[in-house]
């Protein structure tokens, strides 16, 4: 089970964090990653991490703007998005892929998802 937290309204170049909460499933196993989907657009990967090693991926429309991290003591993987724009409201949905590494994200590779939280950056 993964359940998100920290969606929210907020203006454009400010910052926002999103936190995801897993259970049921060994952390070290999976691949963490969170994926967006704004209306009328096809889901899109954004960031992943390999809990570790701490190495990740970083989507180029939010490369050095979001910070994914992880913390497998508590089973929980973070992202913080800074300098937001409005081009990155969305639903955000954290995920866990039935594999170890990181790579170019693809949504069929993941095998466990969260319900969503939906950011909101006003311009």
């Known amino acids: 089970q993964l359940v998100e937290f920290g969606g929210g309204l907020v203006q454009a170049g400010q910052s926002l964090t999103l936190s995801c909460k897993t259970s049921g499933f060994t952390f070290g196993d999976y691949t963490m990653g969170w994926f967006r989907q704004a209306p009328g657009k096809e889901r899109e990967g954004v960031a992943c991490?390999?809990?570790?090693?701490?190495?990740?991926y970083y989507d180029d429309s939010v490369l050095g703007r979001f910070t994914i991290s992880s913390d497998a003591a508590k089973g929980t993987v973070s992202l913080q998005l800074n300098r937001l724009k409005s081009e990155d409201t969305a639903v955000y949905f954290c995920a866990a892929g039935g594999f170890l590494g990181v790579r170019p994200m693809s949504g069929p590779e993941y095998h466990y998802w969260g319900q969503g939280t939906q950011v909101t950056v006003s311009s």
């Open positions: 991490i390999n809990p570790n090693d701490g190495s990740t």
